[in-house]
């Protein structure tokens, strides 16, 4: 089975409710205060973040930080062969 990694889908899931709040990459990663970069990597699935970035992330989206971290539980459980 060919599944995301937890990391894909949480930049995956970050790139949906930044696009669905009609913000572009340089304008969230300025409110997340990180840069463009940093962010895209993220959204890429090619970087490793920590709480406090992701913290930053979804306080700059106005969205609890558990809606981000529940894409990556989804592409654990996807993972595992469960359900959630």
């Known amino acids: 089975m060919n599944t995301a990694s937890p990391l894909s889908k949480l930049g995956r899931r ?5 696009e669905g709040a009609g913000l572009g ?3 969230l990663a300025a409110r997340a205060g990180m840069t463009a970069a940093a962010l ?16 930053r992330i979804a306080g700059a989206l106005g969205r ?11 592409a654990r459980a996807e993972e ?5």
């Open 40 to 55: 895209a990597a993220v959204e890429a699935g090619a970087a490793e973040i920590d709480y406090l970035a992701l913290r």
């Open 14 to 18: 970050v790139r949906a409710l930044r």
């Open 25 to 27: 990459l340089e304008a």
């Open 64 to 74: 609890p930080v558990a809606e981000l971290l529940a894409a990556m539980d989804e």
């Open 80 to 84: 595992d062969g469960s359900d959630g």
